[in-house]
């Protein structure tokens, strides 16, 4: 059983960036994945970029392509989101994710908003 939370979220402008962090509850296996969603109201919600625990293996949304990074801490069980160059609509509740053998967990999600 895994636990995650989210945290890092806020305003940011035009242009400007903001770090996410998803804290695990317990060291996740090596072939597990991480990533990142975001949502806003009335629509679905979107994959955002997702990394291997045990490598440097991503795949990336091309909305987001080049201008956010995923990464993670083995040792802070941790996982982060990079967000530079935001936009407006990059508006969104974004939420931390882990797969593992036979099972998706979730975080409760961050509000980022970009103003204009």
């Known amino acids: 059983q895994f636990q995650l939370l989210e945290s890092g979220g806020g305003l940011a402008r035009t242009g400007e960036s903001l770090r996410l962090s998803c804290v695990i509850s317990k060291s996740p296996d090596n072939e597990y994945i991480v990533g990142w969603s975001r949502q806003v109201p009335g629509k679905k919600r979107e994959f955002v970029a997702q990394?291997?625990?045990?490598?440097?293996?991503?795949d990336y949304a091309d909305s987001i392509k080049g201008r956010f990074t995923i990464s993670r801490d083995h040792a802070g069980n941790t996982a982060y989101l990079q967000m530079n160059f935001l936009k407006p609509e990059d508006t969104a509740v974004y939420y931390c994710h882990l797969d593992t053998v036979g099972m998706r967990y979730w975080g409760q999600g961050t509000q980022v908003t970009v103003s204009s």
């Open positions: 990394i291997r625990w045990s490598g440097d293996e991503t």
